[in-house]
């Protein structure tokens, strides 16, 4: 099973709305991770969990607020967001492989519209 | 110089039809190789890892060659199916507990009948 859940699958919010998305797996993965991903673009990395430590922040601007409540749930708080940032919100999860390599497998996304 | 360098595309070939993908990456120190697909409006999905041996998985066949830092993905007998965008995606050598991919920009295939 390389299942990842992703909720909602779609939001509107304005932009004064505080809104949160969420993330799940139970592959007893210990990293996980946020993705945006605009159109006819590569996902673009956010943040990285890893064993529910923030390891990676891409420089993401703090309307953005990740949480791991615990190894297998990530959470993205959105506050005070712009138009702009109206894309297809992506969580990921991966453990490294008996090859020494890490495979990554995405959630269906959250495809998120900014009003 | 991008990290990650794909030919876009658009590749737009008749089913039955065999089309191969390159990819080129810029850090000699890279350590593993993957290719995703992602159909439209869906997310990534893992096609294959790529291993320095080459390898195969059905119609699928990747392969690497670290001294021209050069990846490849060959699709034989083309289906509808195939239609999608192919990611290119590595990972640099490092110590840590999680894996930071670097995508290339995405191939466009489209198989008509």
């Known amino acids: 099973d390389t299942e990842v859940t992703q909720t909602p699958k779609h939001l509107v919010m304005g932009m004064t709305n505080k809104k949160s998305l969420k993330c799940e797996q139970h592959m007893g993965h210990r990293a996980m991770y946020w993705y945006k991903q605009k159109a006819k673009k590569p996902p673009e990395l956010m943040f990285v969990y890893s064993y529910e430590k923030l390891s990676i922040n891409e420089s993401v601007p703090s309307r953005f607020s990740p949480e791991c409540p615990n190894s297998s749930l990530l959470n993205l708080h959105l506050h005070a967001l712009q138009p702009e940032d109206s894309a297809l919100y992506l969580c990921?999860?991966?453990?490294?492989?008996?090859?020494?390599?890490?495979?990554?497998?995405f959630g269906p996304g959250t495809r998120l519209t900014v009003t | 110089r991008k990290e990650v360098e794909q030919d876009p595309g658009p590749f737009n070939v008749p089913e039955g039809a065999t089309v191969a993908f390159n990819c080129t990456y810029s850090?000699?120190?890279?350590?593993?190789f993957f290719w995703y697909r992602q159909d439209c409006r869906k997310e990534p999905k893992l096609l294959m890892s790529v291993y320095s041996s080459g390898n195969e998985d059905g119609r699928f066949t990747a392969q690497l060659n670290r001294a021209s830092q050069y990846i490849s993905l060959l699709i034989r007998d083309s289906k509808l199916s195939d239609s999608a965008t192919y990611l290119c995606v590595v990972i640099p050598a490092g110590g840590t507990s999680y894996g930071k991919l670097t995508f290339g920009q995405g191939t466009i295939l489209t198989v008509h009948p």
């Open positions: 990921a999860s991966s453990q490294r492989t008996s090859g020494g390599s890490y495979e990554q497998y």
């Open positions: 850090n000699s120190a890279s350590q593993s």
